[in-house]
Structure formats: structure tokens, C-alpha cells
């Protein structure tokens, strides 16, 4: 199926979301992978992993004719090769999404709600953002954190941060779009990032601005 959601806003940030709905077998065919690439997907042993990395492709074909080759830093952070175009990559369940931004780094993380986030919730909720938890709420906001400080992680150009000390989200309210703000504290500079959220069925999606 084509991707559910699909923009490209006026500064030239581009976001997907791909709903994984195909075999294997049609993925792999409207993927037309390199040899190398070939090769990367053989190595993977999980099923679900194949198919998240193969629309991962797919969804970049719909924005780049020909597709480039995604290639990977040595510290995990995806590029494309012979491009200017800087991309970000995540997947969850079965959604696969991507950013796409030639001004600057764009982030994007799609995850699942999902209760087991609760019990990790320790290692990442900071004193104040544990002070505007509901418990009502509370697996959705954990989620949207956990999702936000993703995005962060992956637009700070040294990485090695701590998820807990490291990154904080202001206060934000529960609905199915949100405006979200992010810090980012690493050796004494802050810097301040606007984020968007959107719940789409059991799942959200946050992203650069």
C-alpha cells in the first residue's frame, strides 16, 4: 500500500509513515535492491526486521528517483550515499517511517503504545517531566517521551547521551496532535528543539520541525 502519511512542509522537511501490509516477496520487488543491499538483507535473521528495513526503502523511493543507497556512520546514524540530502529512520511493529531534510539534521521515531514501556519508564523520566505524569495517561505520555527524546538523540551531532539527564520534554497535553519542546543538555550549552507529534491507531510519531 502507499504511505498513510506523507508530507513535505514549506522549509523542505519531508516526513513518511509506511503501514506494512505486503509480503516479503512484494517489498523485496518494489524495493530493487543493489547487491550489497541484497547481501545486508540476508543478514538479518528476524522476519519482522526484513520487512521494516525493505519499506524503510520503498518509502524513500517515493521521494528520491532513483533511490540512493542508505549507508550508515560508524556511529549508527543513516546517510545517502552521493546525496545532500540528510535522512532519519525508524520503525515499530508494522510502521516504518523516514525524514528527509536538506537544511539541516531532521529526527523522526514512530513507537508503538505499548504498556511494557512502563517498566523501563525509570531509565528515562527525568525528576520534572515525572511532576505533569497522569496515571491516566500515563503509558501514552511514557510513549511520547520515549519518542521525543529518540528524535533528540538522534539530532545531536555526538550522540552518547543520557536518555534520563541528558534530554528533558516540557509538559505537554494528550491528544492525537501535539506540539512538543525538547532540551537538550550536553556539556554545560542547552539547546531548545520544537517537535511534532501525531497519534496515528496504536502508534506515534514525533519529528523534527
Not at 10 to 17: D, E, V
Not at 43 to 56: D, M, P, T
Amino acid at each position: 500500500m502507499p504511505a498513510i502519511l506523507k508530507n513535505t512542509d514549506p522549509s523542505g522537511l519531508s516526513t513518511a509513515l509506511w503501514e506494512i501490509t505486503e509480503s516479503f516477496n512484494e517489498l523485496l520487488k518494489a524495493a530493487s535492491l543493489s547487491t550489497e543491499e541484497k547481501e545486508t538483507l540476508d543478514s538479518f535473521r528476524n522476519e519482522n526486521r526484513k520487512l521494516q528495513w525493505l519499506a524503510v526503502r520503498v518509502l524513500l523511493a517515493e521521494f528520491i528517483k532513483p533511490r540512493p543507497v542508505i549507508l550508515y556512520e560508524a556511529n549508527g546514524r543513516p546517510y545517502l550515499k552521493d546525496s545532500n540530502t540528510a535522512i532519519s529512520v525508524s520503525h515499530s511493529g508494522n510502521m516504518a517511517a523516514i525524514a528527509l531534510y536538506t537544511n539541516g539534521t531532521p529526527g523522526i521515531d514512530v513507537e508503538e503504545i505499548h504498556p511494557k514501556i512502563n517498566k523501563i519508564a525509570t531509565r528515562f523520566i527525568g525528576t520534572e517531566e515525572a511532576k505533569f505524569l497522569e496515571q491516566e495517561t500515563l503509558t501514552n505520555q511514557l510513549c511520547i517521551i520515549w519518542a521525543a527524546k529518540e528524535v533528540l538523540y538522534k539530532i545531536h551531532p555526538e550522540g552518547m547521551l543520557s536518555f534520563k539527564e541528558n534530554l528533558s520534554i516540557s509538559p505537554f497535553g494528550i491528544g492525537d496532535k501535539l506540539k512538543l519542546t525538547g532540551t537538550i543538555t550536553k556539556g554545560g550549552v542547552q539547546t531548545v528543539h520544537a517537535m511534532q507529534c501525531l497519534r496515528l491507531r496504536n502508534y506515534v510519531l514525533v519529528h523534527t520541525v
